[in-house]
């Protein structure tokens, strides 16, 4: 590693700390000064202006904030909230992959997934594919649906609830509360 590289930090984390300080304004615009004083707090080491600054138009360019006049500059907010960036950076990734390799893609996915995970995987997928059924859009929490009698067994192999009707309807990924509304 050279000396130009020893102090650089792992890419991402300059962004990820500016959308931690967003998101703990809870809903109160902030401009790159306010992120900047919000960032020496919690990284204990200052950024320039600029470099937030450069950030934020990043962070805005990629759609993950929003931003309105403040000024001669910019107030931002998220336009998600931490697991609604991330579910939208999964189906980002989904969405880079051929459609012939999307079974694929999302089977390789499932595969690598800790117990847990899995079957709360297979129980939101039940519960999105008894809303959709029902004409509603799916807006329950992960949470609701960890009583154990709901949970399947995922030793027990069976096929992923509406994994391949999901793909085709994506009527509920335009109403999920955690997007904002933005369709998918």
Sequence with gaps: MSDATAGRRPAGELEASVLAALWAARGRALTPADVQRELGTSLGSSLARTTVTTILARLFEKGSVSRTRSGRGYAYLPVQDSPGLAARRMRTELDKSADDDRGTVLARFVSELAPDDEALLRSLLAHAGESVAAGGTISVEPAELLEPADT??????AELPGARTHRADRTHDR???TDGGAGG
Excluded: K, L, R, V
Aim: charged residues 20%.
């Design 152 to 157: 399947p067994d995922p030793s027990e192999g």
């Design 175 to 177: 109403t999920h509360p």
